[in-house]
């Protein structure tokens, strides 16, 4: 990226030092964080209702039964979670846990788990703030892919500006969102106990598709399932613990509660409303948007939550470029991503992980048309496997530090009635929604969990390969300069004396002029070369095919073997021209040798340039 | 190109000093040069009746009068060729006389001619060879675009593996195309003379496009311009008199004869043809594939003619592979175009040239669908301009010349007619054609000639920058070797070594270590630099905002003018992983300081790999 470009997007470079102070408030750190946990009932509801729907208005009794299954749901992994930012005030979360507790497989399979929800998180939320604008404003719902695409734009370039400025960006929304879907729950709930009825009328239950099937126990698990993406972005939390003040695990906690609180109370609201006004899912409004419209009316509220719910949505998709590079780096840092993601960048934040963040995710949302329901089944799978190894790595924990907390016993049944209960969900997730895209998932994730460990491999062969054992410190080196002159004239006068001016001795430095034409002049160039050369001496090379590597390499060779010099500097005279398109008129014989000799060893290539 | 697919092409290297020998007997010489020259037959008269169509039937009793004028017009302008070639045996046709006897400019307006037709000549053979196999299987027709470009690209090839086994390639075609169109002529003239009619009946009248207008001298005179077209060729011979074998000029002006004999004869004979059968030009099927059936009726003969029609047509793009890389040669050692126009390719061909016509002439194809008639009015203009331009530069040489040749007046006679009657027929086809496409050719002759003069212009600048003129040689150097030291491991340790190698004094040798961030673990880094660091001095940079290049840049900025030193080696430690896609896991920092430093007077950046 141009330099100019880079500095309006992103601002000026911070020192390091100011790292320690991108800290967030609890109030900031909510707002960032709660914008993908809360965000999703916009989405968690509706995903219900669509399963329900397969069994007509009669399935429709079960939505508030599942809602508070996964209310439960969302208690009781909070509370987990909570034991996490305490027993890991370092943050890296279910990654770190899984990975100190349980070994390295469970935890690159929780690094794999959480970097297909992260770019998930990202997609869906993306595409359902997208829907929320495209049901208040039909229009532009041919335009939602590209849409999406800007939308990740944003919220990338945000975040590579950094944690502060981010956090600045997404605090009017989250809680302009809250007011606007607790003041819709209220004035919903009013209408409900005061028996007024909605306020507009809603899409008749014959627009609806008409595939009825039976209620059966596995449909009513395929909507519970589908309503567990409510729950994607509670681990967010203990993931991000480091960018929270101090006493960080305290503060982050006490977010972390009143995340699930937020979460809960509105998802069950919602849905108890969705009974009310007997609301169905239909294709070109969302949920949300009928009952907004049954509370309120078409008027200033209903395009208040409209537009809240966009926004949050959209910004929902912040909570991911804040977990996953801190993800990307732990991993890096243990050797199991490439070492690029560990680098903190211009702004203190590290740049490649938000980048790649970006690009997979605008990627998924081309591939899938930017449709929320063909994403969701992909979703909850990985979220509730990186659920369950990190509360079981937990208990294992809590085993292991059983000599220092009193408590040990209780905090060890906590966490693992968590992992009792996700792991149960997991198996359930994978199995009513393996045929609608969770088997994407289940493969996708034992592929990268081969890749990080092949790449750790790799590392490892390196740095075994680079290992100092047993070396001892080289003795000194003999080192021949040779000077490639074409033809004598002001452009390789300064390359001459740099040749003599790294030559140990006046024998370690010579000229080499390669012969290409049989008849070429060459008075002019012996008169030229006696004043100008120097006294270095001139080693012609016939070149009888015209081409100059192979003369060189032959000599180059003969010096490395039969002279005795362990290591030749190629001084490749070069002029630089003032345009960039001047080049195209100047044979580039010294590229072509580089490339021609990047793959010789102790062969070292030295441009000199002369600037015209 | 890789290596295997470029030897599989072209063939083994061949070495300089075989120049001499890939040389042509006169039989080889005419099939190669005829090829263009004798081909245009296949679609002149056609060309011809195409404008006379425009007054009907009335119109066609022009035909023979215009095709007389025009070969009037070979026979003089053969003559006057013949005079170049013996008075400049060493080739560069009309270039050379122009620039030599008329000045820069005339001379450039020459080449940028000559460019823009050598280019047409291969568009436009080609299109006409593919109409010959479309006239005989007319289910290409809709593949012609894709057919022309393959035929180019199969020449191009051809060419680059050299000359003489080019002619090996087109002596057959050649001398089936003179014998199949002898035949066909000598057939058509005995059922004139023994009036026995057609073979078979030809498309009738009514078939031909009915926008029936006078027979008005510019009518007649555009379809003398698009006649003309006959002449390409002609010239090729001058300007290749070098592919010949001693005694070059007796040997090329022979060829030049014969050419022109065979080639007004058979343009005579076929437009008289067309006349006797009342051919009419038609959209699918050529002027003559019509003759040949009227001849021959639809038998094997007929395919004959085809067949030789289509690959001689191709073929003759061939001429333009002979004569372009060689005009593009003289060019680039005058200065006006690339200097790699002059490199002498592995086969001893200018490869740069033959590659660039190619390219050219398939774009040229593709722009205007492969249709003739679309790029025949683009045709003759350059050609002709060179026609009179290099014929005046020889009336310029005889007179020059007096002293030493005693038959200077005729020949100067012969050539001033020949610059006289081409200066004109230049001027009618402007003027007659400039609405349907010559005004492209008039437009483009110039913008190319201010390209060749501002390339010149730079070539001048560059040289007399590089000038020794007054330049007294240098003094010695005085050189600081820097050593980029990230961590101490085996990877290093050879460029530590190869550093104090390449330094003068133990004074000038320094390793330079860039600390990033404020608190890493140093004291396992200092115990390693004291065993393995060779005793260079260790100097730390701090980089506050994370960023190698700017504290490198002060440093050595600092070292070049307080210090004294007036260059800095930069040597750059760098691992070369097995695997291209493993670098991936690596920090590529070498790279992006050789990108940021790229620019930067007196530092030399020297790569030091260790391979894993």
Not at 55 to 60: Q, Y
Not at 116 to 133: E, H, P, Q, R
Not at 391 to 400: E, I, S, T
């Amino acid at each position: 990226m141009p330099s100019m470009l880079r500095r309006l997007l992103i601002g000026e470079p911070l020192p390091t030092q100011q790292q320690a102070q991108e800290r967030l408030s609890n109030f900031a750190a909510l707002a960032v964080f709660a914008s993908d946990g809360v965000s999703s009932v916009a989405y968690a509801t509706e995903e219900i209702l669509l399963m329900l729907a397969l069994a007509g208005s009669a399935g429709m009794l079960f939505s508030m039964p599942v809602a508070i299954a996964i209310a439960t749901l969302i208690a009781i992994v909070a509370t987990s979670y909570r034991q996490v930012v305490y027993a890991y005030p370092s943050g890296g979360g279910s990654y770190a846990v899984a990975r100190e507790n349980l070994g390295i497989i469970p935890g690159q399979i929780t690094g794999a788990a959480l970097f297909v929800d992260y770019v998930l998180t990202v997609s869906v939320s993306t595409a359902s703030g997208i829907a929320a604008v495209t049901s208040a404003v039909p229009a532009l719902f041919e335009h939602r892919v590209v849409l999406c695409v800007i939308a990740i734009a944003f919220v990338t370039v945000a975040n590579l500006r950094g944690v502060r400025e981010s956090a600045r960006v997404f605090m009017f929304p989250t809680y302009g969102f809250m007011f606007f879907l607790y003041a819709m729950v209220v004035a919903g709930l009013y209408r409900h106990f005061t028996g007024a009825g909605p306020a507009e009328t809603l899409p008749a239950q014959s627009d609806v598709t008409q595939v009825y099937q039976n209620a059966s126990l596995f449909l009513v698990l395929r909507a519970f399932s589908s309503g567990c993406a409510a729950l994607t972005g509670i681990e967010c939390v203990s993931n991000g613990v480091q960018a929270f003040r101090e006493p960080v695990s305290k503060n982050a906690s006490q977010v972390l509660s009143r995340l699930a609180l937020i979460l809960g109370s509105l998802f069950l609201g919602i849905t108890f409303l969705s009974r009310t006004f007997h609301v169905m899912p239909i294709h070109e409004e969302t949920v949300v948007s009928q009952i907004a419209r049954a509370s309120f009316g078409h008027g200033f509220f209903y395009y208040g939550v409209q537009m809240f719910t966009a926004v949050i949505l959209i910004l929902g998709a912040n909570t991911s470029f804040n977990g996953f590079p801190r993800l990307a780096r732990v991993q890096a840092l243990d050797g199991f991503l490439p070492r690029q993601f560990a680098n903190l960048g211009d702004r203190l934040v590290y740049s490649n992980g938000i980048i790649a963040l970006g690009v997979l995710s605008s990627a998924l949302i081309v591939v899938f048309r930017g449709e929320t329901h063909r994403l969701i089944p992909l979703y909850a799978v990985g979220v509730f496997l990186s659920f369950t190894l990190s509360q079981a790595g937990l208990v294992r924990h809590w085993f292991k530090a059983r000599d220092e907390e009193p408590r040990w016993k209780s905090r060890a049944f906590i966490n693992g009635l968590g992992a009792l209960v996700t792991g149960v969900v997991v198996v359930v997730i994978a199995v009513t929604k393996f045929v609608h895209g969770a088997w994407i998932v289940v493969i996708l994730i034992p592929m990268f969990v081969g890749v990080f460990l092949s790449i750790r491999r790799h590392y490892d062969a390196v740095a075994q390969k680079l290992s100092l054992q047993g070396i001892e410190p080289p003795t000194d080196g003999n080192n021949l300069v040779l000077v490639l002159v074409g033809s004598v004239h002001r452009g390789v006068l300064g390359a001459i004396r740099y040749a003599r001016s790294i030559a140990k001795t006046p024998e370690s430095v010579r000229a080499i002029h390669i012969e290409t034409e049989a008849n070429r002049p060459r008075a002019e160039f012996v008169t030229r070369w006696e004043r100008y050369g120097l006294g270095l001496p001139l080693v012609v090379l016939k070149s009888p095919y015209r081409n100059l590597v192979e003369p060189l390499m032959s000599y180059i060779d003969e010096a490395l073997e039969k002279e005795g010099f362990d290591s030749v500097t190629l001084v490749l005279p070069e002029f630089v021209v003032g345009k960039w398109y001047e080049n195209l008129l100047h044979n580039q014989t010294a590229l072509w040798l580089q490339v021609a000799l990047r793959n010789r060893p102790n062969v070292v290539i030295a441009n000199y340039r002369y600037y015209l």
